[in-house]
C-alpha cells in the first residue's frame, strides 16, 4: 500500500517571496508523483509529474518538484509567487504495479499576501 | 473534446433518498474512478474500475455501489443517503498510470 503525507495543512506567504510545499510518500514499489492544483470551487488542475529520469521536474505556472527517493520525498517549489498562486495543492502518487488509482494527500491551501 | 463529464454539478438531498451520479468519458480509458473529497482530508477513492462490466472497492466505499455497464461510463449510486455523505464527488478515467483525466465535480449536501 502506499500513502502520500502533506506536512503543512496551510502555507502563509507574501507576494514574491518564495514558497516549498512539502510532500513525502511511502511505497515499496516504483512510484509515479503528481502535483495537482485546485481554486476555490473548481476541479482539479496538473501541475506537473514525475515519471522516471530527471528529477527536477518542470511544471505549468513557474512551479517546480524534485523527486528524492532516498528521502522519499517530493517537495514544490516557486522562487516568487504572485497573488493568483492561492489555492489548494495536492501531492498524489500511483505505483506501477498494483492499483493504478491515485492516492492523494490531504492538500496544502497556499495563501498568497500583499 | 469533452474528456471527463459529470452530472449532476450540483445536487441537495434529504437524508434517505437516493441518488445516481453520472460520469462519462469519451477518450476511450479502460480505468475509472470515484473519489470524494472532504475538507482536510484531500480526495479519497470511493470505488474504481478497472474495464467495462468490473468494479472493485476503495478505501471509503461504505453506503456506496458503482456499475460500469459501458465502457464510458461509470455511475455511482447512493440507496440511502446519510449527512455523512454530503462531499464533492470527483470522476477521473485513465488508460496509462502517467495521465489522469478528472471532471470539474459534483458537490452533493444531505440534509
Known amino acids: 500500500a502506499q500513502s502520500v503525507t502533506q506536512l503543512d495543512s496551510q502555507v502563509p506567504v507574501f507576494e514574491e517571496a518564495p514558497v516549498e510545499l512539502r510532500c513525502n510518500y511511502s511505497s515499496s514499489v516504483s512510484v509515479y508523483l503528481f502535483w495537482y492544483v485546485q481554486y476555490p470551487n473548481q476541479g482539479l488542475q496538473l501541475l506537473l509529474k514525475y515519471l522516471s529520469g530527471s528529477t527536477l521536474v518542470k511544471g505549468i505556472n513557474g512551479f517546480e518538484a524534485e523527486f528524492n527517493k532516498s528521502q522519499t520525498s517530493f517537495h514544490l517549489r516557486k522562487p516568487s509567487v504572485h497573488i493568483s498562486d492561492t489555492a489548494e495543492y495536492f501531492c498524489a502518487v500511483t505505483s506501477d504495479t498494483g492499483r493504478r488509482a491515485l492516492t492523494f494527500g490531504s492538500g496544502t491551501r497556499l495563501q498568497v499576501q500583499p | 473534446n469533452a474528456g471527463v463529464t459529470q452530472t449532476p454539478k450540483f445536487r441537495v438531498l434529504k437524508t434517505g433518498q437516493s441518488m445516481t451520479l453520472l460520469c462519462a468519458q469519451d477518450?476511450?480509458?479502460?480505468?475509472m474512478y470515484w473519489y470524494r473529497q472532504d475538507p482536510g482530508m484531500g480526495l479519497r477513492l470511493i470505488h474504481y474500475?478497472?474495464?467495462?462490466?468490473?468494479?472493485a472497492k476503495g478505501e471509503v466505499p461504505d453506503g456506496y455501489n458503482v456499475s460500469r455497464l459501458k465502457k464510458q461510463n461509470f455511475l455511482l449510486g447512493l440507496e440511502s443517503a446519510a449527512p455523512s455523505q454530503t462531499s464533492v464527488y470527483f470522476c477521473?478515467?485513465?488508460?496509462?498510470?502517467?495521465?489522469?483525466?478528472f471532471g470539474s465535480g459534483t458537490r452533493l449536501t444531505v440534509v
Open positions: 477521473a478515467s485513465s488508460q496509462t498510470r502517467d495521465g489522469y483525466t
Open positions: 474500475s478497472v474495464g467495462e462490466g468490473t468494479t
Open positions: 477518450m476511450n480509458h479502460e480505468y
